[in-house]
């Protein structure tokens, strides 16, 4: 490689063997939005080799860029501009270093894909409870680097409440020892939790302990129709009250969605017809003796008999679960395929979300012609809010307006106590959010910690807060 | 009251009206281990005032002691040297401010005391999940601020799993705004984590937004006599996989802690005669459908098919409910009737438990003959291991070699990758232990986060870090 005399000099300070070449991958976003730019690429092999890394970087004053699977959704994991940096690649630190089976723990590097990670957790009876679309190619160090959520934050949390502890290297090349495997630890500050969610500004996690949870003896999916969001929430609550906190799963699915789907993958068999305005797909895990269809069913009478349902079909085989889940799961490639003038990751406080979808829906009526398609992770009150040409109309026809639109709903959402990235983070599409929308208080702190531990502010510069 | 000149400057920039009359109680803690004092008490009535009296103390480089229901057992609730501080008591800060029935959200203000919290939340059809025996006095400032555990935590976590989101004065006097509905928001820095846990040297929480959990169809408790510690971590996992995580608490009881129960309480009815050398308390949360006695007969049936259960009872009636309960609560007042030489907070990996019950015993055997209470929250590898003097002996015969026993038992935890301070935090008490078995790059990063956010080391000086 041709490196100039900058790179080939901090290229010398490395450790033997861990660059790796430039090539497309490391500098590409699944959504096209920004272009990467790098000097050097290095993959240590282990936390050695990484803290030797950022401590060479440091010396050098160049920016570091951590690098995982790259599935990130606000280009947090690039630069597109600036003084190249050097991307650090957790791909070798990919071991599942252990699994306490006794314990309900695993130790797992970075660099380990979140199937991985549960691949090994089943292989010992148990789950890694985090479940996302990218978990072929996300890592576990991305995963918390973004506090990743998915569709069974409602009964076991975020990517935070699964973890115990972290290794990291800190922006100064010390390193952060903090891998414990304990439920309970209060001997100062939570440093565990101030890097994850960081983006990766505070310090590069190299692995962590994640939590394991109990295999479920009983699980079930059910479909169910509803009136409107508000029978939606209103189902939600009866679910958890009868089933004690075992509902893991409550995905709002909106008629729209459904029709995309019917569009796009006309295959897909749908199992209400005709297309309803809005479903639920509710999923349950629960105590040996209890049936889940028997639990489902109850629920469904239940719902129908307080005028929250109208409709609902109970997964039947392993197989119909399965067919439940790949609906749900092709909405969004159904999205793509239809193309968003804009996309919004929101959340909610729950009681605000019936209105919220109504006057959203009146506001942006008001703008123009377009189709919004309103699902997700109801039970979170996490909405992936998107906005859709009207038919026959083109993406390219908004494009003055995309901008508008977004801060028109971005605003709406924060005006009701909501947030404008509720689990895909700030990165660098939401920096400008984050300085407009963020409490004054919390800004002026977050700018302290990152001055404390990165004076000189090479960990992932321009993420969540300006360069 | 007669104030010296600095104290009367300061008191004059005061909000009207703020201030109490320094009295015993803002300045004693449980175990009399300190005596603090200080130069002015003030308690604010809104956020405004807490806000304003921070900045007053800040311009007069006057030190702040946050004072919540004074329950903390490691001294960091008040200063017992250096210049006199001001105690900033929450005790007017008292409402719950409002009960979101559909969110299940409650929002607090940090004088509100857990019972009057969990109250609130049963009144609305929930619970609040947190249960401590000194609930009836604690703040929930101060549970944050220490992160309290309690009996549930297996469950439903630490009150950092409880917590939504916070509203702090920072040392600076700035207010933090972050009393969010959210279960999910990925906009920064985690800062309520960081205040969580910090023991009032960060700032002083305000308020809180506190997730509530639905009240459990089904609930039931048992008593089982196992083996040793190893058969009641595998009874726990049985437990846990039979019951998809429903199991909501899980205490390990050692025979001695039941032997100082029959001396000093011989009124309390004891389930097994003879006393065993081990049992465990289980209590279960089901969703409907599920009888618990059903369930817990289950698991009766099943650890003692396994060789892990040799007794067992279970609650017929809420009066047996509350006598087993009962039983395991009054362990610590046998205790102190007793009168530890040294007891200690610890946590362990689970796995590690059970060699080092066995080690820890052989060690202490060597170090003369002493008596060993050690119990707690099994489930979640926190033990309160306590040692007391041999039968006919008194505490003050170990004086001399009370702080030796303690530096081993905290030895061989650290050792074994646990914890010397699980959930009582690190207070004055503990801060030599945090220097001497912190992870250097995380006590690095601790002092740097403190510098940043109080650079004048007003905020509870001398509790987590030395003064």
Chains 1, 2 share one sequence.
């Not at 630890?185 to 949870?213: F, H, K, P, Q, W």
């Not at 029709?259 to 895990?285: C, K, N, S, T, Y």
Request: proline share 6%; charged share 20%.
């Amino acid at each position: 490689m041709g490196l100039n005399a900058a790179d080939a000099a901090l290229a010398s300070k490395l450790p033997q063997g861990v660059l790796r070449e430039v090539t497309p991958a490391y500098l590409e976003e699944p959504r096209g939005r920004y272009q990467g730019h790098a000097g050097l690429i290095a993959a240590p092999r282990d936390l050695e080799e990484a803290a030797a890394i950022v401590r060479a970087c440091s010396a050098a004053h160049v920016a570091i860029v951590p690098h995982g699977g790259g599935t990130g959704l606000v280009g947090g994991q690039l630069m597109p501009d600036g003084p190249a940096p050097l991307v650090l690649s957790l791909e070798r630190m990919n071991a599942v270093r252990r699994v306490y089976d006794d314990e309900s723990v695993m130790v797992a590097e970075s660099g380990v894909t979140l199937q991985q990670a549960r691949d090994a957790a089943s292989e010992a009876g148990r789950q890694f409870p985090l479940s996302l679309a990218s978990q072929g190619t996300a890592q576990i160090g991305g995963i918390l680097s973004t506090n990743a959520g998915g569709v069974n934050v409602l009964r076991y949390g975020n990517a935070r409440a699964l973890c115990l502890g972290i290794e990291a290297v800190l922006p100064s090349g010390e390193i952060l020892r903090d891998l414990k495997r304990l439920r309970k630890d209060n001997t100062g500050y939570d440093l565990r939790d101030l890097l994850i969610g960081a983006e990766g500004t505070l310090g590069v996690i190299t692995a962590a302990s994640l939590a394991l949870a109990p295999i479920p003896a009983e699980t079930g999916v059910a479909m169910m129709v509803v009136e409107d969001p508000a029978a939606a929430l209103r189902l939600l609550a009866m679910a958890q009250s009868r089933m004690a906190g075992s509902v893991t799963a409550f995905e709002l699915i909106a008629g729209q969605g459904l029709e995309f789907l019917a569009e796009h993958f006309p295959q897909m068999r749908q199992p209400f017809d005709p297309i309803p305005q809005w479903q639920v797909l509710i999923e349950v895990g629960l105590p040996a003796g209890l049936g889940a269809q028997d639990a489902l069913e109850g629920l469904f009478v239940a719902g129908a008999e307080a005028g929250l349902v109208s409709d609902g079909v109970i997964a039947q085989s392993g197989q119909q679960v399965t067919d439940f889940w790949n609906l749900r799961e092709h909405i969004p490639l159904a999205n793509r395929a239809v193309g968003a003038i804009a996309s919004h990751d929101i959340s909610l406080p729950l009681s605000e979300i019936p209105a919220f979808i109504n006057d959203s829906r009146a506001m942006l009526a008001e703008q123009g012609d377009m189709r919004i398609n309103c699902f997700g992770h109801l039970g979170d009150g996490n909405l992936h809010y998107n906005l859709y040409p009207a038919a026959g109309r083109q993406r390219g026809d908004y494009d003055d307006q995309r901008h508008a639109l977004s801060r028109m709903v971005h605003e709406m959402v924060v005006e009701r106590g909501g947030s404008f990235s509720a689990e895909h983070g700030v990165g660098r599409l939401k920096v400008e959010d984050l300085a407009r929308w963020g409490d004054p208080g919390r800004l002026s702190a977050i700018r302290s910690i990152k001055a404390a531990l990165d004076p000189k502010g090479i960990m992932n510069p321009g993420v969540i807060l300006p360069r």
